[in-house]
T-cell receptor, first 111, second 115 residues
Framework: KQEVTQIPAALSVPEGENLVLNCSFTDSAIYNLQWFRQDPGKGLTSLLLIQSSQREQTSGRLNASLDKSSGRSTLYIAASQPGDSATYLCAVKGGSEKLVFGKGTKLTVNP | NAGVTQTPKFQVLKTGQSMTLQCAQDMNHNSMYWYRQDPGMGLRLIYYSASEGTTDKGEVPNGYNVSRLNKREFSLRLESAAPSQTSVYFC??????????????FGEGSRLTVL
């Protein structure tokens, strides 16, 4: 059974800092891995999706990497801003329709 | 550009009442999902539908029923609501196969309280 873990559960950083959020998964037979952002009281917004054949994806200040052999993905946020404050979730899709989510990292960027 | 639309956004029920959460997507996706999100538990899959006319149980299906009415719509029904079903419910859709990436798109959520 696939398990997805995100550490730390919460992170607080000063504005302008570069930071890395971690996601680990137990079964390396994945179809894709997706990073989401969730603001309080809102739905999930897709940030980046990495297919199993890819190593990384970039969008603006965000870069996500995937290492299937070690069961890890990282989300790198450059030059963090207060507007980046949110909960970040990673989710892994295996061979079935089911997507398995981590419990998220709550990020606070302080002005 | 609506994406995934859920109704209602908020609902308060008494124990034993029934209700249906509606979900519609305009992206022509084959796959649709219902999740619930609870503090400390993360997102858990209730039911999913890989295509029109098919539905399958997820991780926590007990107490729920679903209907894939057509390709656009996927509803979630609580026949006899219980306080344990107090949660935020999310509908999502995606497309797999061919050139599709399998990216998952979510609705804004439906916040249900059962008293």
């Amino acid at each position: 059974k696939q398990e997805v873990t995100q550490i730390p559960a919460a992170l607080s950083v000063p504005e302008g800092e570069n930071l890395v959020l971690n996601c680990s998964f137990t079964d390396s037979a994945i179809y894709n891995l997706q990073w989401f952002r969730q603001d309080p009281g809102k739905g999930l917004t897709s940030l980046l999706l990495i297919q199993s054949s890819q190593r990384e994806q970039t969008s603006g200040r965000l870069n996500a990497s995937l290492d299937k052999s070690s069961g890890r993905s990282t989300l790198y946020i450059a030059a963090s801003q207060p507007g980046d404050s949110a909960t970040y979730l990673c989710a892994v899709k295996g061979g079935s329709e089911k997507l398995v989510f981590g419990k998220g990292t709550k990020l606070t960027v302080n002005p | 550009n609506a994406g995934v639309t859920q109704t209602p956004k908020f609902q308060v029920l008494k124990t034993g009442q029934s209700m249906t959460l509606q979900c519609a997507q305009d992206m022509n996706h084959n796959s649709m999902y219902w999740y619930r999100q609870d503090p400390g538990m993360g997102l858990r899959l209730i039911y999913y539908s890989a295509s029109e006319g098919t539905t399958d149980k997820g991780e926590v299906p007990n107490g729920y029923n679903v209907s894939r009415l057509n390709k656009r719509e996927f509803s979630l029904r609580l026949e006899s609501a219980a306080p344990s079903q107090t949660s935020v419910y999310f509908c999502a859709s995606s497309e797999l196969g061919g050139m599709s990436t399998g990216e998952l798109f979510f609705g804004e959520g439906s916040r249900l309280t059962v008293l």
